[in-house]
């Protein structure tokens, strides 16, 4: 058995291009993940950090390597990966009960007894009820049970989301930019609600963001991915050009994002991890982290 | 002009009395027509008067006829039931564009298939079924299922489509298994437009439900305005066309309040 939960070995992602040929969207990602960890990834648009989620979510296949999850390949999406989504992470014919208990409801009963309402499956579901309920509390969407999505706002939809992937008690949560369409003090209300929840059940998570700040906040391992970097055989496509745990502990005081060590390192990787225009050469990479 | 405004708001009543002018237009057009047809000649048959109407309605309604059937009760049961077994057919068509939505294998065994079988002109079969299925009920309604159930097939199979793939993905994540995706997932959130498309197509089954009556039958509505139009027997031709206009516009009504009732979630959508 490894120490890690989650291994990225020598991941490749490519796309055919119109023109013929194929571009290389990730180069070569070797990761390793202990549980427990709260991974943010940030990089510039289009260097493949959705993409590495949706390979860890099991959507998509890479072109070469293997990704593994406590030591068994990664095989089609399932119940040891939640996720939340920026959209689209709710069924909107359910009401925000239904939508928490959905995958507690599908468990040990199949299609027919469910149909049927046998006795067995109403317990079974008086008490998933109760359990949801106690999500809904801890969420602070106590009274929003009888709702449907349509009728919450973007950042109580996205609390539900999280209730409906946390409840079961997934391995690794995946979040891919789950707050990317909320105003700007509901994303900082969620930044806190997420450490906090973080904090309360041992999770593990890989949070994926575009917002640099959020993903240095949020992190206790951050990874920078990005195109745009030099190395001497010319290769393409993105790599991890920066792993490393932000100082001063995690979770951190709000108060540490206005810190001078804070703002250097925001800085910092800004510059170069982020600027198309700064290439920073392969051996210069700061992969500091002690599992990088 | 009010009428060439697009930020025109008209109140309640005008509202009211805009719609109810082209009925009102309608009726009275006929009204006079009938009446100078029959100032020139008192036994015209081809616009008759809302009193034959309705006495020839009444004949068909609550008088036996010589084999003692109260003919239009018979005819709306007969054609009722076609058109309802029809209707329950058409859950099978759902079902199969669901799973090919839903489920590649099935979406590369039937699409093309099914795809081509839409284009095929059902009232053209028509001799082709009575040749095969006789001049029975089953010729009739295979005639519907041949003419619909594509459409239905079809819809269905692009709503499933169309449904997030972030939500498959979801469920998946949940623990739901392949079908319990299809069932549970994807089924529900697609229902309410499928329901609306097969309320759409009610004419289409309607359709091909008389012209399967009119060609072999020995009881329902299309049969029965095929059968005294050699009478020209328009007393009771009109009052039958309004009986099943009326009966159409209740099925679909019908189908619009369930919607609104069932699938309440989906209205309101921010």
New interface residues.
């Given amino acids: 058995m490894s120490d890690y939960l989650l291994e990225l070995d020598g991941v490749f992602k490519r796309y055919p291009v119109k023109t013929g040929g194929e571009k290389t969207i990730l180069n070569n990602i070797d990761l390793r993940v202990r549980a427990g960890e709260f991974i943010s990834v940030v990089g510039p648009s289009g260097c493949g950090k959705s993409t590495m989620l949706r390979m860890i979510?099991g959507?998509e296949q890479p072109s070469e390597g293997s990704l593994r999850i406590d030591g068994e390949p990664i095989d089609?999406?399932?119940?040891e990966?939640?996720?939340v989504?920026q959209?689209?992470?709710l069924?909107?014919?359910?009401t925000v009960l239904e939508n928490i208990i959905?995958?507690l409801d599908?468990?040990e009963f199949g299609?027919l007894s469910r149909w049927l309402r046998t006795p067995g499956y109403r317990k079974h579901r008086r008490e998933s009820a109760v359990t949801a309920q106690e999500y809904l509390e801890r969420m602070q969407l106590a009274g929003a049970g009888e709702k449907?999505p349509?009728?919450l706002s973007g950042g109580m939809r996205q609390r539900v989301a999280i209730a409906?992937?946390a409840i079961?008690e997934?391995r690794i949560l995946l979040m891919d930019e789950p707050f990317g369409a909320l105003d700007d003090s509901t994303r900082q209300e969620m930044q806190l609600f997420m450490l906090e929840l973080w904090e309360r059940f041992k999770m593990t998570v890989f949070f994926v963001t575009h917002d640099l700040e959020e993903a240095l906040f949020l992190g206790s391992r951050v990874l920078v991915l990005s195109q745009y970097y030099e190395s001497d055989d010319g290769s393409e496509g993105a790599k991890i050009v920066t792993d490393k745990a932000p100082p001063g502990g995690h979770p951190r005081p709000v108060e540490s994002k206005y810190t001078a060590e804070f703002g250097e390192l925001l800085g910092q990787i800004r510059r170069n991890g982020l600027d198309p225009a700064v290439r920073q050469h392969v051996k210069d990479f700061d992969l500091s982290h002690r599992d990088a | 002009m009010n009428f060439f405004r697009i930020n025109a708001k008209p109140g309640k009543i005008t509202g009211i009395l805009l719609s109810a002018s082209l009925f009102l237009l309608a009726i009275l057009g006929y009204a006079y027509t009938s009446h100078v047809r029959h100032q020139e000649n008192p036994q015209d048959k081809v616009v008759p008067t809302f009193q034959a109407m309705g006495e020839g309605f009444y004949r068909t309604a609550f008088e036996e006829d010589r084999k003692g059937d109260l003919r239009l009760l018979i005819d709306t049961i007969a054609s009722g039931k076609r058109f309802l077994i029809s209707i329950a057919l058409m859950g099978i068509a759902v079902l199969i564009g669901l799973h090919m939505g839903v489920l590649p294998y099935f979406e590369a065994l039937l699409l093309r298939f099914v795809t081509f079988f839409d284009k095929i002109p059902a009232l053209a079969l028509l001799p082709i079924l009575f040749i095969i299925f006789g001049l029975g009920e089953l010729s009739k309604i295979a005639l519907i299922v041949i003419g619909v159930f594509p459409t239905i097939i079809l819809d269905t199979y692009l709503r499933a489509k169309a449904v997030?793939?972030?939500?498959i993905?979801?469920?998946?994540?949940?623990?739901?298994?392949d079908?319990?995706v299809a069932?549970?997932?994807v089924l529900?959130?697609i229902m309410p437009g499928v329901l609306d498309t097969i309320r759409l197509n009610f004419k289409a089954i309607i359709l091909f439900l008389i012209a399967g009556e009119s060609l072999s039958a020995t009881v329902g509505l299309g049969y029965r305005i095929f059968v005294v139009r050699r009478y020209i027997a328009m007393d009771i031709i009109i009052p039958y066309v309004i009986w099943m206009s009326v009966l159409a516009f209740l099925a679909d009504l019908a189908v619009r309040q369930f919607i609104r009732w069932r699938?309440h979630?989906?209205f309101?959508?921010?």
Avoid: D, V
């Fill in positions: 979510l959507s089609g999406p399932s119940r990966r939640g996720i989504f959209k689209y992470s069924f909107p014919h359910l959905f995958g599908l468990e299609l449907y349509h009728e409906q992937a079961m997934p | 997030p793939r972030e939500q993905t979801k469920g998946l994540t949940l623990g739901a298994s079908l319990e069932y549970n997932i529900p959130q699938y979630w989906q309101e959508e921010a």
